[in-house]
Nanobody
Framework: QVQLVESGGGLVQAGGSLRLSCAASTRTFTNYDMGWFRQAPGKEREFVAAVSWSGGRTDYSDSVKGRFTVSRDNVKDMIFLQMNSLKPEDTAVYYC??????????????????WGQGTQVTVSS
């Protein structure tokens, strides 16, 4: 069982930055590849970024590539999402998720085993 808790969301103006964090409660954090998803009002949850168990491999959706950076700290059992050049269309609830390690591109919700409760990001124009 893995419990995930996101933090760092808030209100920011377009062009600004935010850094999201996700803390994992597990003794085997490096057994998991991790991902970030987001869900805007009235829309389906969508893939944002993923990082392998070691942090050595990452993947991004086309909509955030070049603006967002995913990373992890395997000592603190945390992952991060640095979001720069934010746009109003980035407004959503952001979720972190964990999948049993074995790196491959995972963009579907059902490929992840554990989910956090989400943190709201609002970008004003």
């Amino acid at each position: 069982q893995v419990q995930l808790v996101e933090s760092g969301g808030g209100l920011v103006q377009a062009g600004g930055s935010l850094r999201l964090s996700c803390a994992a409660s597990t003794r085997t954090f490096t057994n998991y590849d991790m991902g970030w998803f987001r869900q805007a009002p009235g829309k389906e949850r969508e893939f944002v970024a993923a990082v392998s168990w070691s942090g050595g491999r990452t993947d991004y959706s086309d909509s955030v590539k070049g603006r967002f950076t995913v990373s992890r700290d395997n000592v603190k059992d945390m992952i991060f999402l640095q979001m720069n050049s934010l746009k109003p269309e980035d407004t959503a609830v952001y979720y972190c998720a964990a999948a049993s390690a074995g790196w491959r591109t995972r963009t579907n919700l059902n490929e992840y085993d554990y989910w956090g409760q989400g943190t709201q990001v609002t970008v004003s124009s």
